[in-house]
């Protein structure tokens, strides 16, 4: 089975601030990777994936993801949080078949 | 339609009773999952079902029973609970195999008494 860490359980960052959560999965093998945020009260939405190809993904609501497979990371980036930001964030990794393995969770509050 | 609807949003149940949740998706998915998701947690994995058969049993109590009537259609039969049960329960689903993104929806969030 899959490990997947995510070091920081809470991150908070002012408003209009840059903001790094991040990701290390266990595998040696090719994973793909996501991104999920989910809102209070809300199932999870997809921010982003890594399948192949260019290590810098972007996603939805302006956030990016680079994959480092010498690193085995997949962090999540965005150069300005807003408000709006405040969430959970899930970083998960499927290998083969139809499950995924999350991670813990970071959940990021912005101050403003 | 890239949704996943889930019914009831909200379910109160006494530990003697019987009740269902209910997710629905028209998005052509073939496999269907079942998620348990407490409070600052992760969802934890609790059934799958492709092509309409249960795939994955992450040894789930048997008070909880999944069914899929059709490809579109998936149920939690709920019976005999405990207070632990008490969570978020997420509905997704995928194309299914390696490398398609789960849709999940906005979960039932279950409260056993």
């Known amino acids: 089975a899959q490990s997947v860490t995510q070091l920081d359980s809470q991150v908070p960052v002012f408003e209009e601030a840059p903001v790094e959560l991040r990701c290390n999965y266990s595998?040696?093998?090719?994973?793909?990777l996501f991104w999920y945020v989910q809102y209070p009260n809300q199932g999870l939405q997809l921010l982003l994936k890594y399948l192949s190809g260019s290590t810098l993904v972007k996603g939805i609501n302006g956030f990016e993801a680079e994959f480092n497979k010498s690193q085995t990371s997949f962090h999540l980036r965005k150069p300005s949080v807003h408000i709006s930001d405040t969430a959970e964030y899930f970083c998960a990794v499927s290998d083969i078949g139809n499950q995924f393995y999350f991670g813990t969770g970071t959940s990021l509050t912005v101050i403003p | 339609d890239t949704e996943v609807t889930q019914t009831p949003k909200h379910l109160v149940m006494g530990m003697t009773n019987k009740k269902s949740l209910k997710c629905e998706q028209h998005?052509?998915?073939?496999?269907m999952y079942w998620y348990k998701q407490k409070a600052k947690k992760p969802p934890e994995l609790m059934f799958v079902y492709s092509y309409e058969k249960l795939s994955i049993n992450e040894s789930v109590p048997s008070r909880f029973s999944p069914e899929c009537p059709n490809s579109s259609l998936l149920n939690l039969h709920l019976h005999a609970l405990q207070p632990e049960d008490s969570a978020l329960y997420l509905c997704a689903s995928s194309l299914g195999g390696r490398g398609y993104e789960q849709y999940f929806g906005p979960g039932t969030r279950l409260t056993v008494t």
């Open positions: 595998s040696s093998v090719s994973v793909y």
């Open positions: 998005m052509g998915h073939r496999a």
